[in-house]
Protein backbone atom coordinates (compact mmCIF):
# COMPACT_ATOMS: atom_id res chain seq x y z
CA UNK A 1 0.00 0.00 0.00
CA UNK A 2 1.22 3.58 -0.92
CA UNK A 3 1.61 6.57 1.57
CA UNK A 4 -1.45 7.94 -0.80
CA UNK A 5 -3.81 5.18 -0.34
CA UNK A 6 -3.31 5.23 3.40
CA UNK A 7 -5.47 7.33 5.55
CA UNK A 8 -3.60 7.09 8.19
CA UNK A 9 -0.22 9.05 6.50
CA UNK A 10 -0.40 12.99 7.42
CA UNK A 11 1.35 15.42 5.44
CA UNK A 12 3.84 16.04 8.44
CA UNK A 13 5.21 13.92 11.29
CA UNK A 14 2.47 15.75 13.52
CA UNK A 15 -0.11 14.86 11.22
CA UNK A 16 0.60 11.55 11.06
CA UNK A 17 0.98 10.90 14.91
CA UNK A 18 -2.54 12.38 15.53
CA UNK A 19 -3.90 9.60 12.58
CA UNK A 20 -2.14 7.17 14.47
CA UNK A 21 -3.29 8.19 17.75
CA UNK A 22 -6.85 8.34 16.71
CA UNK A 23 -6.37 4.90 14.92
CA UNK A 24 -5.24 3.18 18.15
CA UNK A 25 -7.64 4.48 20.34
CA UNK A 26 -10.69 3.25 17.74
CA UNK A 27 -9.00 -0.73 18.00
CA UNK A 28 -7.50 -0.40 22.08
CA UNK A 29 -11.19 -1.85 22.42
CA UNK A 30 -12.15 -5.53 22.31
CA UNK A 31 -15.82 -4.47 21.72
CA UNK A 32 -14.19 -2.20 18.96
CA UNK A 33 -12.32 -5.03 17.04
CA UNK A 34 -15.74 -7.20 17.40
CA UNK A 35 -17.70 -5.01 15.53
CA UNK A 36 -14.70 -5.30 13.21
CA UNK A 37 -14.94 -8.37 13.02
CA UNK A 38 -18.64 -8.61 12.13
CA UNK A 39 -18.31 -6.54 9.45
CA UNK A 40 -16.51 -8.89 7.50
CA UNK A 41 -19.64 -10.97 7.49
CA UNK A 42 -22.40 -8.28 7.93
CA UNK A 43 -24.09 -5.99 5.62
CA UNK A 44 -22.55 -3.02 7.53
CA UNK A 45 -26.11 -2.09 8.69
CA UNK A 46 -27.10 -1.22 12.60
CA UNK A 47 -29.31 -3.78 12.79
CA UNK A 48 -27.70 -6.60 11.73
CA UNK A 49 -24.02 -5.28 13.68
CA UNK A 50 -25.90 -5.19 16.44
CA UNK A 51 -27.49 -8.80 16.18
CA UNK A 52 -23.89 -10.35 15.43
CA UNK A 53 -22.72 -8.16 18.40
CA UNK A 54 -25.57 -9.03 20.99
CA UNK A 55 -25.07 -5.09 21.81
CA UNK A 56 -27.44 -2.49 21.32
CA UNK A 57 -27.55 -0.09 17.96
CA UNK A 58 -26.87 2.75 20.18
CA UNK A 59 -24.22 1.09 21.75
CA UNK A 60 -22.92 -0.52 18.47
CA UNK A 61 -23.23 3.35 16.70
CA UNK A 62 -21.07 5.19 19.21
CA UNK A 63 -18.35 2.92 18.58
CA UNK A 64 -18.74 3.09 15.18
CA UNK A 65 -18.29 6.43 15.53
CA UNK A 66 -15.24 6.18 17.31
CA UNK A 67 -13.99 3.50 14.25
CA UNK A 68 -14.71 6.27 11.70
CA UNK A 69 -13.22 8.67 13.59
CA UNK A 70 -10.21 6.67 13.55
CA UNK A 71 -10.32 5.67 9.93
CA UNK A 72 -11.34 1.98 10.54
CA UNK A 73 -15.35 2.47 8.82
CA UNK A 74 -16.53 4.70 6.11
CA UNK A 75 -20.34 5.61 6.90
CA UNK A 76 -22.36 5.85 3.52
CA UNK A 77 -26.33 6.98 3.58
CA UNK A 78 -28.70 4.14 1.48
CA UNK A 79 -32.60 5.36 1.72
CA UNK A 80 -32.04 7.54 4.56
CA UNK A 81 -29.95 4.82 7.00
CA UNK A 82 -26.48 4.38 7.84
CA UNK A 83 -24.22 1.53 6.36
CA UNK A 84 -21.17 0.58 7.59
CA UNK A 85 -17.87 -0.77 5.12
CA UNK A 86 -13.97 -1.34 6.41
CA UNK A 87 -11.30 0.45 5.34
CA UNK A 88 -8.06 -0.57 4.69
CA UNK A 89 -7.41 0.23 8.13
CA UNK A 90 -10.17 -1.62 9.39
CA UNK A 91 -8.81 -5.15 7.95
CA UNK A 92 -5.41 -4.85 9.72
Given at each position: ????????????????????????R?????V???I??????A????????????????????????L??????E??????????A???????
Amino acid sequence: MSDKDSKTIGRDMEETKEYHRRYLRAVNSPVRREILRALKDADGSLGSLSTATGLDEKTVAWHLSILEYGFCVEKEERDGKPFYALTKEGLV
